[in-house]
């Protein structure tokens, strides 16, 4: 939550739009774990840089109440006015300060695509404070969804158009040194002092637009990064990745399958 890259008005709007969710089968494992120690029902769960809530939201059926923390505003307000859930509490908590959260008191402590802006040690000794007996620690994230439109060939060519040509070509000088973490699916992320540690991977597929797609693209931090240096550069950049997706896409192709590629750390304090 150390970020202010996510603090805009616009960009929390477009983040709660269009992040994507995790997957039912990454929250269903979690809360597997989690029953090996501690017997349902389950009491409370704390969701660690929250965003716009995607993660909070998912992990709210299996808990009696959730919090969600994010050192944005304007995340939390976004997080506020999706979909109500009636156990679910978000909180804006500033970079460094100790989480609003009574010690030993939840179950789970979650990191949605969060845990690369943390400290590691710092973040995981607070998990270790307000976490009770047999609670887990939940490190999970995604990397960028591709899109799959049928043809091999195709498929190829906007794969390299978004991961090579845009992420690391264009937005590359852009990037947060914590990306590096997320492009490697965490492999090089040092879970101690966690035990008990395992690790998931998972895939969620979806139908998506090119107009979602792109709105999308424009919640990456790179991306709001070149946009407050240089709008113009960045409009353009946005609409040569539109053109060139219409370039590879069959006109008829109002939708096409996306699929994003999800990683789980799972372990206990």
Request: net charge positive; proline share 8%.
């Amino acid at each position: 939550m150390a970020s202010a890259l996510f603090a805009g008005v616009k960009h929390a709007e477009l983040y709660a739009k269009f992040r994507p969710h995790p997957p039912d089968a990454l929250v269903k494992t979690i809360v597997s774990y989690l029953g090996e120690k501690v017997a349902p029902p389950f009491g409370s769960a704390l969701d660690v840089g929250c965003g716009g809530g995607q993660s909070t939201l998912a992990l709210a059926p299996h808990f009696a109440r959730v919090t969600g923390i994010d050192v944005s505003e304007a995340q939390i307000r976004c997080a506020q006015e999706q979909r109500p859930a009636p156990n679910v509490t978000y909180r804006v908590c500033r970079a460094g300060a100790p989480w609003p959260v009574a010690p030993s008191s939840a179950q789970l402590v979650s990191f949605g695509q969060s845990f690369h802006w943390f400290e590691p040690g710092a973040a995981l000794g607070e998990a270790g404070r307000v976490l009770g007996p047999g609670g887990a620690v939940a490190l999970f994230g995604h990397w960028i969804p591709l899109p799959r439109p049928p043809g091999e060939k195709r498929a190829r060519l906007l794969h390299a158009l978004v991961e090579q040509w845009l992420h690391d070509e264009q937005l590359g000088p852009f990037w947060d040194a914590g990306r590096r973490a997320v492009q490697g699916r965490y492999s090089d992320v040092d879970p101690r002092p966690l035990t008990d540690i395992r690790r998931r991977n998972f895939v969620k597929i979806i139908d998506s637009s090119l107009s979602d797609y792109l709105g999308y693209l424009r919640t990456w931090s790179s991306f709001q990064k070149l946009l407050k240096q240089d709008a113009q550069r960045a409009e353009d950049l946005m609409q040569q990745v539109q053109t060139r997706f219409l370039e590879v896409l069959d006109p008829a192709e109002i939708s096409f399958p996306l699929h994003t590629d999800y990683f789980l750390i799972l372990g206990r304090v």
